[in-house]
Structures are given as structure tokens and as C-alpha cells.
């Protein structure tokens, strides 16, 4: 399949990428935007470590081809907090949301979505809206702090 | 004694960078000229290779390709016996067994090049099944298939079967468990006049230094591993990093650039270890008044093809096999043993989750023969201080495990429960049961494993007052960085932030051992709290840049009064057990078959706990293993193949499937970890299993005796009940 330009506007900026359409938006963002943030844990739209937020949606980028994404806005980790900590890393920080840390941006950026829909989530509201994003360290636990933490804090 | 950092909840060291994703993973770097690699591995269990073929439409050209031949030293991953090739030449012992290695700039072609190379093998009958290991018709390995065999014999046991009340024997079960770690495994290696240089995910980069040594033939000196930002290791990355270090170096060696080889989720779920699958057998002799007179216990685990570490896990679940109970005639026997499976390698706890979950269960099956309460039981042959351990290991703790698990149960409301939910259940399909365990998990090292490591840290004043800890202890989530640099402030009497944790290269710290064991904090804790001590000592005002650079080099000292006797397998086998009762509540669903946890306690004591935060996490987390452990996870085997090999059929839990997880510390300092703490790491993966199957048992009245319970298997067993 031949390559074409895709245009995306990843984090506020605009990006033109030369690449087959068909190639998964997650490797065009860590390969060639080298915005590294967004993690491979499964890459069969599992594991949740790829989240980004496209037009405001959360998506997994390993399931999204890049030709589909034509146009979108897109948010990824690198996105987030740009002037100082976002509410929702200095929560994840402080109540010890991110252990190893590999499932950490994804988790936050699930978590910006979950408060954009729920600004004061119940806990099972927190439990559905993160059931998407696995992570193997914490339990979900001190996850679910840091998001009940984030919202008290406000946008 | 009252600490200034110790005990409280500092920011984790390298949290800045793990929610803004800059922290730097193996997958994350790029060297100029890069190449990548990928494996091409047997799809047959046992046999030999006859042939191999580079078919297709393929520039072979363009490839590097590596078999054994190109090994410039000892074809094996070096670690305890030398059984293991790091790729076949002649012979593959399992499926997914490593004889060949591709590289190429291109990932995508690299992929159609391993799909067109073809292997044909002459099949050797194979072996699956522990039974049929044991039986040996089929020897695959050695002379009998045993990798291992202990023996633990205390008092008399043959002759209390005569003076028992009741006997009461029992078969347990556990399957293969994936550590899934969400971050697969992942090496860079580059080769130059230097030596070879590795970077990746792993736990123990001295154990990949010294693997590739002998694959290549090199001093210590021209072999540099360095760790990048690990993501999840949970075991997983204790053993197999030296096989995929090895297998990028040799691409790097011959194609003379950077090679990085990152396993996708289905390879790494294929290829690389599990739990071992395990199977206990317990007869107990017990008097009339429910007190333990003799336990005879046969352990045996599924080391897959290669011996690795399965020596090792069977001896930590042959010594945790009888539990935190006084029992004067004991006799272990256990086995490890080999099958044509991919080595199952080292998974938290490490044997102990196996023998404890077939211990718990027994002990339940105990009480309901003697006629008493699960926790009367247990609360008549609970250690004591005095008691002695199977091994004969004096307990020396000022502990008390009857209140500890009265305390547990109180805080979950068991004994309200077990009254309410029979009245209850009967109007419902819904049957809650509550269920627990009580258990403990000795920290450290085996017997002399700590003698023999000699582990070391250093400790470096810097300019304005900064000191550096430097050791191989590796951060994979767990909080290394963190609380090292606690205890080391701590002692020197500065603040958290003037204290830096080097990131372990092997060029620049000492060995402090491997990161496993939960020996971190206990044991190489310690090691920098003493030279803290040392360094203050010799720095007696703060100003350390005055005095000009300054570094402290400290060893381990065996505490004294230890005593372990690897031939009859008697002693201490310890430095320290940490002791808890985890309780859980499930709801089983009879038409569905489905169990949820609805509520679990756990409650530990740790010894000093050095981070509140980070320490309440390492236990939600080894509960939520356990409780995948018991109902979610499961390793559906095909001629020694995984065949779920994804996470869409291989079901870890999500933040739905996870109760409320209510965590407990009891704190007795204990005097040889560092500030007073014992081992956290593993403990919390030895209850949820048992006391989750136990409250399955107190829903519906159904024993399962193996682990994971799934929805079919509880439907199968109410189904098998109704036709009786």
C-alpha cells in the first residue's frame, strides 16, 4: 500500500505524517511524532496502555489506523499538563497511583476522560469508567484515590 | 524510636516521570542504525531439527541471521545448571524453544521473514503432565526427569498415625499463572571494542552480566548492563532478561549494530515463564481435641523443559508447605520435575503460593472433620513464640498469631457472617460464604543464600551535602528507589531529596544481589542503613563538601545464631517470616456460576513499615494477583503449547472485578531489617487464594481443590451435586 500525508493536530500542534494509512495511529505517534509516553502493553485493545483521547474520546491508539484519524485532534500524555501538573498526575503521585508506571499515562488520560463525563465520579463510576485500563502493580486501589483526589482538586 | 522519614509517605522518586510518560522504557529508546530482532522458535514440543529452509519472496540478504553456530562462548543461559542452550542446534526440548535469531531496520518485513522460514523436525515422544513425568516411561531429562528432590523430616511421623483421632488427607491443585506484567519483555544490546552493552526491562542485572559472560566468553569488565524503567516484573524478569540479552547481544555481535528485541504480548505469553503448576498431597494425624500430631506432606511442581529456577521455588514452597504451625513430626517430600513445556521460571512467592494455597484449603477440611470453627482450629496449633517452624527455625518474634487473626476476622465481621449468610443463602440464588487464611512468607534468601550473595551497596557524599545509594536493587514499581533513599536519609540525618538512587548499571554500583525474595528493603535496606551509620560516623558535621568526596562500602554480615543445614534441610531458613490473615467474602452465583469478591481483608505484620503508601499498594496489588490467581487466570495448555496466549482469553482482573481491599499493618520492628522492617513483596500473594476458595466452599458447601475456580467448574460441580 503506497504512503500518503495524514494530517493531525496531536497536542495542539499540527503534524503532517508521510505513512501507509493502514499503519496503527499508536506507532505514528511513538515513531514517527516520538511522542514515547503512549505505552504497547497488548496491542489488541486490552490493556488500555495506549489510550489517547481523540476529537475529546478516549480511544486505544493500537486499534485506530492513522488514515482514520484524518484531521483529529489528538491528546496524548504529553499533552496533558504542559504548564505545571494536570490535577490528575500530582493525585496520581501523591495517593501512589503509578507503581511501575507502564499503564500510568494511559490511566490518566482514562481518567481525564471519567471526569470530563462524571467532574465527581461515585466509586463505581470510577470502577466502570477504568475497567478498560489494566494495570498488574496496584490493586486499582490507590487508583481509585487518586481519582477520587483529582476530582475533589476540580478541572 | 521516632523517625523523621521513615513511616511516612514521601513522593516515590520517580513518580514526576511516570505521569508526565518520560520515563524511559526499553521500547522508548532508539540508537542510530538500529536494528530489531525477532526469535524464530519450535512449534513442536520435543524432537529433533532436520532441516531448515529460508523460503518466500524474502531479501534473505538483507537479514542478519544468527543460530548457534555463531556462539562465540558456552551455548547455555548460565544460572544453576548449565542445561539450558540459548538457541537449539540440534534438538528442541519444548514448544517455542529458541534456533534461530533475524534482524533487520524493518519490523514489518522482519515479521514476513520469520513466517518464512521453515524447520522440519523428527517428533520425540514428549511429556506433559507432572504424573507422567513422575512416572518416567518418557525421560526427557536426566536420568529420571527430577530436576529436585527435598526431604524435611522432623520427630516421628510413622508412629502417630496409631494415636490419631482422625486422619484426614486431601489433594491440591494449582495451574500455570502468567505474571503479566504489562510492559513485555525487551533488551537493546550493542557490541563494540568495549564489550557488549545491554539495556532493558529485568530484575538482576548481575545475573544477565554474568549469563553473558559465558555466552561470550568475556571478563566481567566488558560486559555492561544497564536497567531501563521497568514495567512490571512480579518475577517475570528474574531469569528470562539473560536469554533475550543473549539473543539481541549475538544479533549485535554479528550484524556490528544496536540490536533491540521487544517481545509483542502473544510472544511473551508464549515463550517466556509462568507459575509452576503444582500438586500437594496432605495426610494429617490429629488428636480428638483438634491439635496437629503428625503432617506428611508430598509437594511436587512442573518445572517445563529446563531445570532454570525450579530447584529453588520448590525449595521456598517445600518450606512454607506447613505453615505458621506447631507440629513436632513432620515429613515433606517434594519434587520438581521436568515436562516438554517452556520452563515456568519465578513468579511472586515463588513456590509458597502453591503450598500454602493446599495447606489452607487442608486446614479447612481439618476443622469441618474435627468439628471446630476454621479459626478454632487454627488458633489451637498457631505458632508461638518458642515454637519451631518444619524446619526446626525457632520463633523468636514476640508474635502473637491467634490475635492477629481474631483481629482480622473481627474487621471483616466473620463470625456474624457465618451465622447470617446460611439464612440468608437459602433464600437466594445468590450464596455468600466468608473465608479465610492464615499464613506466613519468610523474606530473604533460603537458608545460607544471603551468606553466599556477600551483596554490597555504597554509599557516595557528593557536593552540597547530596549523598548517592548506589546498588544493583532494581525499581519495577514496588518503591526501591524510594525507600532506600528513606532509610539512607534517615540515618544520615538529611532530607529525602538530598538523597539520589542510582539507576543500577553494572558499570557503576556493586552487586547487592538479585531484586527478588522481598529481599530489598529487609535485607539490602539494612546494608545502606549501615553504611549511613558509617558514613555519619566519619562525617560527624552535615557539611560533607568540606571534607571532600567520601564513599562508604559496606557487605553483609550474617546476623549471628543462624544456623541451616543444606544436606538435611533443618535450620533457619529465614532471616524473618512476615505473619497475616487475609478473610475474604464472595458472592457465588449459582445460576451463572459466576464468584465476586465482595469485601477482603488484609491484615499483616511486616516489622516496621517504612512507607505507609507504597507499602498499602504492594499488598492491594499481591491481592489482586491472588485473587486472579483464584478466579480469573488460567493457562489453557495444548501439547505444551499456551493457547491463550493473549489478554483477551487469558483474563486478568479489571478495576470491576476488584473488591474493596482493606489493608492492615501490625508493626514488630525486627532488629536485622533495615529501621526495623521485614519482607512485603510476596506475602500478599500467599492468602487470597485459599481464603477465597474457602469462602467459596462456606456459599455453597462444595470443596474445590484447585485453583483457578471459572464459572464452568462451579456450574460442573452444582450440576454433579444436583445428580447426586
Redesign the interface.
Known amino acids: 500500500m503506497p504512503k500518503r500525508t495524514v494530517s493531525l493536530v496531536v497536542n495542539g500542534r499540527p503534524q503532517h505524517v508521510e505513512t501507509h494509512p493502514m499503519s496503527r495511529l499508536l506507532d505514528v505517534l511513538?515513531e514517527d511524532l516520538s511522542?514515547?509516553?503512549?505505552?504497547?502493553?497488548?496491542?489488541?485493545g486490552?490493556?488500555g496502555?495506549c489510550s489517547v483521547l481523540l476529537n475529546g474520546q478516549l480511544v486505544n491508539s493500537c486499534l485506530v489506523p492513522v488514515g482514520q484519524a484524518e484531521g483529529a485532534r489528538i491528546c496524548?500524555?504529553?499533552g496533558?499538563?504542559q504548564h505545571g501538573?494536570h490535577p490528575v498526575?500530582a493525585a496520581?503521585?501523591?495517593?501512589?497511583g503509578?507503581?511501575?508506571?507502564?499503564?500510568?499515562?494511559g490511566m490518566?488520560m482514562a481518567t481525564i476522560d471519567l471526569l470530563a463525563r462524571y467532574p465527581e465520579p461515585a466509586l463505581e463510576q470510577?470502577?466502570?469508567g477504568?475497567?478498560?485500563?489494566?494495570?498488574?502493580?496496584?490493586?486499582?486501589?490507590?487508583?481509585?484515590s487518586a481519582v477520587q483526589k483529582a476530582a475533589q482538586a476540580g478541572p | 524510636m521516632e523517625y523523621r522519614l521513615v513511616g511516612t509517605?514521601v513522593?516515590?522518586k520517580?513518580?514526576?516521570?511516570?505521569?508526565?510518560?518520560?520515563?524511559?522504557?526499553v521500547?522508548?529508546v532508539r540508537l542510530p542504525e538500529m536494528l530489531h530482532g525477532v526469535t524464530v522458535r519450535s512449534t513442536i514440543p520435543r524432537g529433533h531439527i532436520r532441516k531448515i529452509s529460508f523460503d518466500g519472496a524474502i531479501p534473505w540478504h538483507e537479514f542478519v541471521i544468527v543460530d548457534a553456530r555463531d556462539i562465540p562462548g558456552k551455548n547455555v543461559v548460565s544460572l544453576i545448571y548449565d542445561d539450558q542452550p540459548y538457541l537449539a542446534a540440534e534438538r528442541v526440548n519444548h514448544p517455542q524453544e529458541p534456533i534461530l535469531l533475524l534482524a533487520h531496520a524493518d519490523k514489518h518485513l522482519l515479521e514476513r521473514a520469520r513466517q518464512n522460514v521453515h524447520i522440519e523436525y523428527e517428533p520425540l515422544p514428549a511429556v506433559f503432565h507432572l504424573e507422567e513425568a513422575l512416572a518416567a516411561e518418557t525421560v526427557i531429562w536426566g536420568e529420571d526427569n527430577v530436576f529436585k528432590r527435598y526431604t524435611i523430616e522432623k520427630g516421628e511421623v510413622d508412629a502417630m498415625w496409631s494415636e490419631a483421632a482422625f486422619i484426614v488427607e486431601g489433594e491440591y491443585s494449582t495451574g500455570a499463572q502468567e505474571?503479566?506484567?504489562?510492559?513485555?519483555n525487551g533488551m537493546i544490546a550493542t557490541f563494540g571494542a568495549e564489550g557488549v552493552t545491554i539495556r532493558g526491562s529485568m530484575q538482576c542485572p548481575f545475573y544477565v552480566q554474568k549469563a553473558l559472560m559465558a555466552l561470550f566468553g568475556l571478563p566481567a569488565e566488558k560486559v555492561r548492563v544497564i536497567q531501563q524503567?521497568?514495567?512490571?516484573?512480579?518475577g517475570g524478569k528474574e531469569e528470562y532478561p539473560s536469554m533475550l540479552a543473549g539473543h539481541a547481544a549475538l544479533l549485535a555481535l554479528k550484524s556490528g549494530k544496536p540490536v533491540k528485541m521487544v517481545y509483542?504480548?502473544e510472544e511473551d505469553m508464549a515463550a517466556t515463564t509462568k507459575r509452576h503448576p503444582s500438586k500437594t498431597r496432605h495426610r494429617t494425624a490429629v488428636t480428638s481435641d483438634g491439635r496437629l500430631l503428625a503432617m506428611e506432606v508430598e509437594f511436587s511442581i512442573d518445572g517445563g523443559a529446563y531445570a532454570t529456577l525450579s530447584g529453588v521455588v520448590l525449595s521456598r514452597g517445600t518450606i512454607h508447605s506447613c505453615g505458621p504451625y506447631r507440629c513436632d513430626n513432620v515429613r515433606v517430600r517434594s519434587v520438581a520435575v521436568a515436562t516438554n513445556a517452556p520452563p515456568h521460571g519465578a513468579f511472586r512467592g515463588f513456590g509458597a503460593p502453591q503450598s500454602l494455597f493446599a495447606l489452607e484449603r487442608h486446614m479447612d477440611k481439618i476443622a469441618r472433620t474435627v468439628g471446630l470453627e476454621p479459626d478454632e482450629f487454627r488458633a489451637r496449633n498457631l505458632l508461638r513464640t518458642g515454637d519451631s517452624t518444619a524446619t526446626g527455625q525457632v520463633i523468636k518474634d514476640p508474635i502473637d498469631l491467634v490475635r492477629l487473626q481474631s483481629r482480622a476476622l473481627d474487621s471483616i465481621g466473620y463470625h456474624e457472617k457465618r451465622r447470617r449468610f446460611p439464612v440468608e443463602n437459602a433464600r437466594s440464588r445468590r450464596k455468600k460464604g466468608i473465608g479465610f487464611a492464615t499464613f506466613f512468607h519468610g523474606a530473604g534468601f533460603t537458608g545460607s543464600g544471603e551468606r553466599f550473595l556477600q551483596s554490597v551497596v555504597t554509599l557516595e557524599a557528593r557536593a552540597a551535602n547530596r549523598v548517592r545509594v548506589l546498588t544493583s536493587m532494581t525499581e519495577?514499581?514496588?518503591?526501591t528507589n524510594t525507600v532506600l533513599a528513606q532509610i539512607a536519609g534517615e540515618a544520615l540525618g538529611l532530607c529525602y531529596e538530598q538523597v539520589e538512587v542510582t539507576n543500577p548499571d553494572t558499570a557503576e554500583v556493586p552487586n547487592s544481589g538479585p531484586t527478588v525474595a522481598s529481599r530489598t528493603a529487609m535485607v539490602v535496606g539494612k546494608l545502606v542503613e549501615n553504611a549511613a551509620r558509617e558514613m555519619k560516623a566519619k562525617l560527624p558535621s552535615h557539611d560533607f563538601a568540606a571534607l571532600g568526596p567520601l564513599r562508604v562500602t559496606v557487605q553483609y554480615k550474617e546476623p549471628p545464631g543462624i544456623f541451616w543445614d543444606d544436606a538435611l534441610y533443618r535450620g533457619e531458613a529465614y532471616g524473618a517470616f512476615s505473619y497475616a490473615t487475609y478473610a475474604a467474602e464472595v458472592t457465588v452465583d449459582t445460576l451463572t456460576g459466576e464468584v465476586e469478591v465482595n469485601d477482603f481483608v488484609a491484615l499483616q505484620e511486616v516489622g516496621r513499615v517504612l512507607h505507609p503508601?507504597?507499602a498499602?499498594?504492594q499488598i492491594?496489588?499481591?491481592?489482586?494477583?491472588g485473587i486472579g490467581m483464584a478466579l480469573y487466570e488460567k493457562v489453557v495448555w495444548r501439547d505444551g503449547v499456551m493457547v491463550n496466549n493473549?489478554?483477551?482469553n487469558y483474563v486478568?482482573p479489571?478495576?470491576?472485578d476488584?473488591p474493596?481491599?482493606r489493608v492492615y499493618f501490625e508493626e514488630i520492628p525486627y532488629e536485622h531489617g533495615a529501621m526495623g522492617a521485614k519482607g512485603i513483596g510476596e506475602l500478599p500473594m500467599d492468602g487470597p487464594v485459599p481464603a477465597v476458595l474457602n469462602a467459596i466452599e462456606n456459599a455453597i458447601g462444595i470443596d474445590f481443590d484447585h485453583a483457578p475456580v471459572l464459572p464452568e467448574d462451579v456450574l460442573a460441580k452444582l450440576a454433579k451435586r444436583r445428580v447426586a
Open positions: 511513538r511522542l514515547t509516553g503512549t505505552k504497547e502493553g497488548c496491542g489488541e486490552e490493556c496502555a496524548t500524555i504529553e496533558v499538563g501538573l498526575q496520581f503521585i501523591s495517593e501512589g503509578a507503581q511501575c508506571g507502564i499503564c500510568t499515562p490518566i470510577i470502577r466502570e477504568l475497567a478498560g485500563n489494566l494495570c498488574r502493580c496496584t490493586g486499582y486501589m490507590r487508583i481509585f | 509517605a513522593p516515590r520517580e513518580a514526576g516521570r511516570k505521569v508526565s510518560g518520560t520515563a524511559e522504557y521500547d522508548d505474571q503479566l506484567y504489562i510492559e513485555p524503567e521497568t514495567g512490571g516484573a512480579f509483542d504480548r519495577m514499581g514496588q518503591g503508601v507504597l498499602t499498594g492491594e496489588g499481591g491481592v489482586a494477583q493473549q489478554m483477551t486478568m479489571t478495576s470491576a476488584i474493596n481491599i
